[in-house]
């Protein structure tokens, strides 16, 4: 069985893309220039914030904390795996794994309240619309997780056999998928 977390690419996309973030770091203009639905900018956004695969990779490494802003994710095949792994499972399931807003992947309701208590009837009268615009924004997403296999494995994407996959919960092996002698038991989510 192979053990995979949709958040290992959430953590990684929302490190990277969430407006705070990229407001930390200065950088809110250019990232707001692109369109992430549009494929040159969208392989740009990948080299420029996640990075490409190393090509010579140590067969294994005890710890990794090589993540910064500008940093490649991995620093052994060993955490390449893991992040190839749960990658081809969030794209076979065609998974929304990221709160964060890409440009020109917008899953905002034009109008929508802030706040849920403020919702209302209007607001469901144009769900007709926002349903299918959502559609249009999860094949964006899926569309964009797809160049980001293609930036980092040398590999046509071919999707897992779901049946050899268990999705793991426990929090340690979620948060710190670099450090495997501190994920403990393992838990899974149930079928």
Request: aromatic share 14%; glycine share 4%.
């Amino acid at each position: 069985m192979i053990d995979v977390s949709p958040d290992h690419i959430g953590d990684l996309l929302d490190s990277r893309f969430l407006q705070d973030i990229i407001e930390h770091y200065c950088e809110e203009e250019e990232f707001e220039s692109l369109d992430f639905s549009c494929e040159s900018d969208a392989r740009y956004a990948i080299r420029r914030w996640i990075g490409n695969e190393p090509k010579f990779l140590p067969e294994e490494s005890k710890y990794s904390f090589n993540i910064n802003l500008n940093s490649n994710m991995w620093s052994s095949k060993q955490h390449k795996k893991l992040f190839k792994e749960s990658l081809k499972y969030v794209l076979t399931k065609k998974l929304i794994v990221s709160g964060a807003q890409l440009p020109g992947i917008d899953f905002n309701i034009k109008g929508a309240p802030k706040e849920f208590n403020a919702w209302t009837e209007s607001h469901d009268k144009n769900w007709i619309w926002t349903e299918r615009h959502c559609k249009n924004a999860e094949n964006a997403h899926h569309r964009f997780l797809m160049l980001l296999w293609d930036e980092w494995f040398d590999e046509p994407f071919t999707p897992a056999d779901l049946d050899l996959y268990r999705e793991r919960v426990d929090r340690n092996f979620i948060s710190f998928p670099f450090n495997p002698d501190c994920w403990g038991d393992a838990e899974y989510k149930e079928s």
